[in-house]
């Protein structure tokens, strides 16, 4: 409703926001929602969310689908952010620390927040079969919110991707490929077909509407937090969609003189099997190469190449953030003692975080009494095969 256009975030073209897009046609780089903010405002205030549904959909005015009956939904977003204490009290300085339990979104992984948006604007703008490829939670999401919408879902995903996760793709009406490959040779093979399939390219980052439903993760900490934002922010990433998401947002949130310019250290976190923005990051370099023989159990952690590494690796640098690697072994630890201290049975990608922080305690990078936030991105129950 406040969408003005569709802006390429390395080259800058506009672009037609009402029809199906994909990438940047001059570039090939990706396409960030632009909105009207001024108008967007009179509307969406901070008093107005106090009465507002709890999911997602509360910021709709920064959202882009025109017609509500588009909207394809479970009640997406507005997870908890919880005081993690006792987890807190294992940690050898004194912190402020939080879990934002994205476990709790449907189909357990913060995924559904961006194929809400995504299925949402494919359906508004005529699409039919949507493909994606994915490491394991995209897929799920997609296969849900594409039979909700009475669309098809075409998913090709690694063939070791946790069984959990092809299980629920094929019992919730997908149409289901493994590939003895990675992510990447997975979106190889929906780029191949698209065309004599007629299929939308629903890819992270490769249509502009995934990012903005996760970005609401970024709306939803500043609400939380009571419109202040934490100090450091740790998140699992992989195409980096949500790290991305959340930067868009607080600059959004900042022209509506919601927050002033102060922002969270933002910190990647991967996983030294696969840690393409790690290496980047400390190499000072704008873009990220491809990571070879990519591996961990971390699925969502799985993705060599992405395609958005040049923002990713901006929010870093501009935040005063960082982007760290821990082993696998250390993360599977992890699960178990966030488990055993906070009661959540979190996902490996989640887990992660926990390392990543006690590394940053060692280096000094984060100070006591600071607020952190570590970022649950999905349910450990998803990955039994790890256990
Ligand atoms: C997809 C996924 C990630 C990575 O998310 P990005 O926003 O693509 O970086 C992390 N954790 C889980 C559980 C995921 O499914
Ligand atoms: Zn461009």
Same mark, same amino acid.
């Given at each position: 409703?406040?969408?003005?256009?569709?802006?390429?975030?390395?080259?800058?073209?506009?672009?037609?926001?009402?029809?199906?897009?994909?990438?940047?046609?001059?570039?090939?780089?990706?396409?960030?929602?632009?909105?009207?903010?001024?108008?967007?405002?009179?509307?969406?205030?901070?008093?107005?969310?106090?009465?507002?549904?709890?999911?997602?959909?509360?910021?709709?005015?920064?959202?882009?689908?025109?017609?509500?009956?588009?909207?394809?939904?479970?009640?997406?977003?507005?997870?908890?952010?919880?005081?993690?204490?006792?987890?807190?009290?294992?940690?050898?300085?004194?912190?402020?620390?939080?879990?934002?339990?994205?476990?709790?979104?449907?189909?357990?992984?913060?995924?559904?927040?961006?194929?809400?948006?995504?299925?949402?604007?494919?359906?508004?703008?005529?699409?039919?079969?949507?493909?994606?490829?994915?490491?394991?939670?995209?897929?799920?999401?997609?296969?849900?919110?594409?039979?909700?919408?009475?669309?098809?879902?075409?998913?090709?995903?690694?063939?070791?991707?946790?069984?959990?996760?092809?299980?629920?793709?094929?019992?919730?009406?997908?149409?289901? #490929?493994? +590939?003895?490959?990675?992510?990447?040779?997975?979106?190889?093979? @929906?780029?191949?077909?698209?065309? %004599? $399939? =007629?299929? *939308?390219?629903?890819?992270?980052?490769?249509?502009?509407?995934?990012?903005?439903?996760?970005?609401?993760?970024?709306?939803?900490?500043?609400?939380?937090?009571?419109?202040?934002?934490?100090?450091?922010?740790?998140?699992?990433?992989?195409?980096?969609?949500?790290?991305?998401?959340?930067?868009?947002?607080?600059?959004?949130?900042?022209?509506?003189?919601?927050?002033?310019?102060?922002?969270?250290?933002?910190?990647?976190?991967?996983?030294?099997?696969?840690?393409?923005?790690?290496?980047?990051?400390?190499?000072?370099?704008?873009?990220?190469?491809?990571?070879?023989?990519?591996?961990?159990?971390?699925?969502?952690?799985?993705?060599?190449?992405?395609?958005?590494?040049?923002?990713?690796?901006?929010?870093?640098?501009?935040?005063?953030? #960082?982007? +760290?690697?821990?082993?696998?072994?250390?993360?599977?630890?992890? @699960?178990?003692?966030?488990?055993? %201290? $906070? =009661?959540? *049975?979190?996902?490996?990608?989640?887990?992660?975080?926990?390392?990543?922080?006690?590394?940053?305690?060692?280096?000094?990078?984060?100070?006591?009494?600071?607020?952190?936030?570590?970022?649950?991105?999905?349910?450990?129950?998803?990955?039994?095969?790890?256990?």
């Amino acid at each position: 409703m406040n969408v003005t256009h569709l802006e390429c975030a390395n080259c800058h073209a506009n672009y037609e926001a009402r029809t199906l897009q994909n990438l940047c046609i001059k570039c090939g780089k990706p396409l960030l929602v632009r909105y009207d903010l001024t108008k967007a405002g009179e509307t969406l205030t901070k008093d107005s969310l106090k009465n507002r549904e709890d999911n997602l959909w509360r910021y709709r005015e920064v959202l882009p689908v025109e017609n509500a009956e588009n909207i394809v939904s479970f009640g997406e977003g507005w997870t908890p952010l919880l005081k993690a204490q006792r987890l807190a009290e294992t940690l050898p300085i004194k912190l402020n620390l939080f879990i934002k339990d994205e476990s709790q979104n449907p189909t357990q992984s913060f995924k559904a927040r961006g194929m809400s948006a995504a299925v949402s604007m494919a359906k508004e703008l005529g699409a039919t079969k949507l493909a994606v490829p994915s490491a394991g939670n995209a897929a799920g999401a997609l296969a849900a919110y594409a039979s909700r919408a009475g669309l098809e879902a075409h998913i090709f995903m690694p063939s070791d991707t946790p069984r959990a996760n092809v299980v629920e793709c094929q019992q919730t009406g997908a149409f289901v #490929t493994l +590939i003895d490959g990675l992510i990447t040779d997975c979106g190889a093979e @929906v780029a191949k077909r698209k065309e %004599a $399939e =007629g299929w *939308f390219d629903i890819s992270t980052l490769k249509e502009p509407y995934r990012i903005e439903g996760k970005k609401t993760m970024g709306y939803e900490l500043a609400e939380q937090f009571d419109w202040n934002l934490p100090d450091v922010i740790l998140y699992p990433t992989g195409g980096g969609t949500g790290l991305i998401g959340m930067w868009k947002a607080f600059d959004e949130m900042e022209a509506f003189g919601w927050i002033d310019s102060k922002r969270p250290r933002m910190v990647s976190v991967q996983s030294d099997g696969c840690a393409p923005i790690v290496r980047a990051f400390h190499a000072g370099e704008r873009f990220a190469g491809e990571f070879e023989n990519a591996a961990t159990v971390a699925s969502g952690l799985r993705v060599p190449k992405a395609i958005g590494d040049f923002l990713i690796l901006d929010a870093l640098h501009k935040s005063g953030g #960082t982007a +760290i690697a821990v082993r696998d072994e250390q993360l599977i630890l992890a @699960v178990k003692e966030i488990g055993t %201290a $906070e =009661g959540l *049975f979190v996902a490996p990608e989640g887990a992660a975080c926990l390392p990543a922080l006690r590394m940053m305690i060692e280096q000094h990078s984060v100070k006591e009494t600071e607020r952190v936030v570590i970022f649950n991105t999905g349910a450990g129950v998803k990955y039994l095969e790890c256990f």
